[in-house]
């Protein structure tokens, strides 16, 4: 079993606390622990690259160009999109009224390899008052909902609100059927000046579906159940970043207008496939605050 630095320095820590009180000082031979290895760091990493990194699947950091990094897959079709400097690490992705579609079906998103994930992204975004916004979706060909929809509601005010943005992501589940969450009370600061970290973390065992801004956990409907309301990866998949399939060209599935293509910034992707703990995301959060 592999645990992060955060879990090893606790169990280092406890495990010395105790053997101090033997006789023989340290009988289980642990190493010591030199503060000077945590010095600087956030929850025990030096980087939000240390986060977790053996069940990182997909990672998009938006520097050099839009492939994503691990797969060096890059994007079929694209519009309105531009990278910009000033991201929270590097460069970032800047859409205007664009989208990118990746026309393929990532191995890591497979329904055997992805049960449990947390998916984290850096976000600048403003309301619109007319039209919602699909931040990301794990595509389904030729079919409106996704796998997996990170959706904002950014038809729910006009621009000038920064005070409220409704963040409702879903996921299709086992049982043919929906399950999402919302941030019916809480929000985050927005506009196109404010940076704001979105995370969700869903564990495959217990229905949990978290939903994260800022470090802090705001979701009001996250025990989503088991049986058939788990979460199931269908195949085939593609991966959609600011919209899905309505609003590319050629790819519209029915006629519905809800959604438009995404106005913001995106940054510092990152898809985990396992269920992290309310501390670890909130280090993620912490970590790009400090641009590490």
Aim: net charge neutral; proline share 4%.
């Amino acid at each position: 079993m592999k645990f992060s630095n955060l879990y090893k320095a606790a169990i280092l820590i406890t495990a010395a606390t105790f053997s101090s009180c033997e006789k023989d000082g340290n009988p289980n031979n642990l190493p010591d622990i030199d503060p000077k290895v945590y010095e600087g760091t956030v929850g025990g990493y030096k980087s939000s690259d240390e986060v977790f990194k053996e069940n990182l699947v997909a990672y998009f950091s938006f520097d050099e160009n839009y492939s994503e990094k691990l797969t060096n897959t890059a994007p079929t079709q694209t519009a309105g999109n531009s990278l910009i400097d000033a991201g929270i690490r590097g460069k970032a992705l800047n859409l205007n009224s664009g989208y990118l579609y990746y026309a393929n079906q990532f191995a890591a998103f497979k329904t055997d390899a992805l049960k449990s994930f947390t998916v984290s992204q850096w976000v600048k975004i403003s309301n619109n008052g007319s039209k919602r916004t699909m931040l990301m979706q794990i595509a389904r060909p030729g079919m409106f909902d996704g796998n997996l929809d990170i959706r904002l509601n950014t038809n729910g005010f006009p621009s000038t609100n920064t005070d409220v943005l409704r963040i409702g992501p879903r996921f299709t589940t086992v049982g043919g059927g929906s399950q999402d969450n919302l941030n019916a009370n809480a929000s985050p600061k927005i506009g196109p000046n404010n940076w704001v970290h979105i995370a969700l973390s869903y564990n495959g065992s217990t229905g949990r579906f978290n939903l994260f801004a800022n470090g802090i956990n705001i979701g009001t409907y996250s025990d989503r159940g088991v049986g058939n309301n788990l979460f199931k990866a269908y195949e085939p998949t593609e991966l959609i970043f600011g919209g899905n399939y309505n609003v590319i060209p050629g790819k519209a599935v029915n006629t519905s207008v809800e959604y438009a293509a995404m106005t913001g910034v995106i940054d510092e992707v990152r898809i985990y496939n396992v269920f992290m703990p309310d501390a670890i995301i909130k280090a993620l959060y912490e970590l790009g605050v400090a641009k590490k």
